[in-house]
């Protein structure tokens, strides 16, 4: 039996809805998705995935795990 490689789906952390973000990014549900957007709307937009982590929860290991997906 051949394995199935999982495709990485990309989000843009600048445009992405809050579902589109819980949807795409391991460890993020709604809530931290609309924490995201919250914090996306008063910066201006991102211009670092690193700045994800000024949400409560988010630290360096869920960026790590979501480096592959995360598009600005």
Request: hydrophobic share 45%.
């Amino acid at each position: 039996m051949q394995a199935v490689q999982q495709q990485q789906v990309k989000v843009n952390i600048n445009t992405a809805s809050a579902a589109e973000l819980a949807m795409s990014l391991t460890g993020v549900g709604q809530r931290r998705a609309e924490a995201i957007i919250a914090l996306r709307e008063q910066l201006g937009g991102f211009t670092d995935a690193n700045q994800l982590m000024q949400v409560k929860g988010i630290g360096p290991r869920l960026i790590e795990l979501n480096k592959e997906r995360i598009e600005l």
